[in-house]
């Protein structure tokens, strides 16, 4: 069965600092690949997200993922982060060919002091 | 010109009554999803409909009943409500084969059993 493992479940940094959320995945096929940010009371928005092509993709607001596949990973990458990156971050895959049925991490608590 | 829009925001009822969530989007997209998200942060997938059609029911308790009038409404009604059905409800929709069928979220409705 597929699933999506997220590392770390609670990360506090400081403001500058850089960020690293490690995402795996377990699937033998082909997957598109996708992270989500919650800011604090909202819906998901999607950050980034990789289908085909350069494995590094850069999303909205400064990140940036990589996909490795040989490590099954698609790890979520900030070089500085600021207090307004403070949000729960989840990494989802599909499986092409089943494109509708997302499988989630179970999310990632960045918490950015000032 | 909100794409995915839910009512209500904010829903709070007693145990044992029957309560509806409504859905839109105007994205034009052909697929939507109801997802449940618990204290925990963790999201599941409840519902997908596709052109109106049922495509993903996951195991979730038959008091939820989900109807799809047209492409752009996925309606979640949920009868005898229980303490365990407080969480955040979102909708979602998608369009099967453009880029890489990202999902996009409505901004959630907050259900309280008390």
């Known amino acids: 069965a597929q699933s999506v493992s997220q590392h770390n479940h609670h990360v506090i940094l400081s403001e500058a600092a850089s960020l690293e959320l490690g995402c795996n995945y377990s699937?033998?096929?082909?997957?598109?690949l996708f992270w989500y940010v919650q800011y604090p009371g909202q819906h998901l928005q999607l950050l980034l997200k990789?289908?085909?092509?350069d494995p590094l993709v850069k999303g909205i607001k400064g990140f940036e993922a990589e996909f490795i596949k040989s490590k099954f990973s698609f790890n979520l990458r900030k070089p500085s982060v600021q207090w307004s990156d403070t949000a729960e971050y989840f990494c989802?895959?599909?499986?092409?060919?089943?494109?509708?049925?997302?499988?989630w991490g179970l999310g990632t608590s960045l918490a950015v002091n000032p | 010109d909100t794409a995915v829009s839910q009512t209500p925001k904010y829903l709070v009822t007693q145990m044992g009554n029957d309560k509806s969530i409504k859905c839109e989007q105007n994205?034009?997209?052909?697929?939507m999803y109801w997802y449940k998200q618990d204290s925990k942060k963790f999201l599941k997938i409840m519902f997908s409909?596709?052109?109106?059609?049922?495509?993903i029911n996951e195991t979730v308790p038959n008091r939820f009943s989900p109807k799809s009038p047209d492409k752009a409404h996925l309606n979640l009604h949920i009868n005898s409500l229980e303490l365990g059905d407080s969480a955040v409800y979102f909708c979602?929709?998608?369009?099967?084969?453009?880029?890489?069928?990202?999902?996009?979220f409505g901004p959630g409705t907050r259900l309280t059993v008390l």
């Open positions: 989802a895959v599909n499986a092409r060919g089943n494109n509708r049925k997302l499988i």
């Open positions: 699937y033998g096929g082909t997957v598109n």
């Open positions: 990789y289908f085909s092509g």
């Open positions: 994205l034009g997209h052909d697929t």
């Open positions: 409909y596709n052109n109106k059609e049922l495509i």
């Open positions: 979602a929709s998608s369009q099967v084969g453009r880029g890489a069928d990202t999902q996009y």
